[in-house]
Each structure stands twice: as structure tokens, then as C-alpha cells.
């Protein structure tokens, strides 16, 4: 499976965004979908999952209220719908598939990575 991470962009602090996720070369479920990021000189942090069959997900605090994940199995796609934006916010952005059926927030559980998105929050 390959996925390509599309969306990033510059916006103000108070705008929207919405990420998107492509799969290609693979069957795109029954893979848990996820969000990460990674702030300069910061580790990458867990962002948002969603199980496979859509009906399970999970946010970090720092973006549950603000951030919706979602999916598009016939599609192959996920996004992540970002609100209200902070500077803190600013980041690359990546998606990642897991063949473990759960909501996993640890990036050694994921089997595939896209290339990352970049998104700035001007304030």
C-alpha cells in the first residue's frame, strides 16, 4: 500500500483545512487509517485514527473538538478535517495505515506511511 498526503497549506489562525489521504497499490481496508505530525525540532505526535470499518475513532486532546477524521473505503481515501487552526498547529503532516484492527496512536503500529503534508498557522 502507498499513500500520498495531499491538502497542507499556509492559512491564519482561526481557518480550516482538510487533509487528504490517497491509497494506492493495495487493498485500502480493513487497515486502520491515522493522522501524525511532526513540529519542527518536535517528535511526531499521534493526531486522530479511524478503524477500518469507519465506526471507531480517536483524537489527541490538543485537537479533539477541532479536527475530524474520516473515511472513504470504495474511495480509498481518508481525511482530516482541521478547524479553528493555531499557530501551534504548524506542522507536517502524515497518514498512516495499520493492519491492526484498533485505535492504535503509536507509530510503531503502522505498516505505511505517506510523505507528509506541510502545514503552517500564521497567527
Known amino acids: 500500500v502507498q499513500l500520498q498526503a495531499s491538502g497542507g497549506g499556509l492559512v491564519q489562525a482561526g481557518g480550516s483545512l482538510r487533509l487528504s489521504c490517497a491509497a494506492s497499490g493495495g487493498t485500502f481496508s480493513p487497515y486502520t487509517m491515522a493522522w501524525f505530525r511532526q513540529a519542527p525540532g518536535k517528535d511526531r505526535e499521534f493526531v486522530a485514527v479511524i478503524t477500518w470499518a469507519g465506526g471507531r475513532t480517536y483524537y489527541a486532546d490538543s485537537v479533539k473538538g477541532r479536527c475530524t477524521i474520516s473515511r472513504d473505503n470504495a474511495k480509498n481515501t481518508a481525511s482530516l478535517q482541521m478547524n479553528s487552526l493555531k499557530p501551534e498547529d504548524t506542522a507536517v503532516y502524515y497518514c498512516?495505515?495499520?493492519?491492526?484492527?484498533?485505535?492504535?496512536?503509536?507509530?510503531?503500529?503502522?505498516?505505511?506511511w505517506g510523505q507528509g503534508t506541510e502545514v503552517t498557522v500564521s497567527s
Open positions: 498512516a495505515s495499520s493492519d491492526i484492527d484498533g485505535l492504535s496512536t503509536r507509530e510503531y503500529q503502522y505498516n505505511y
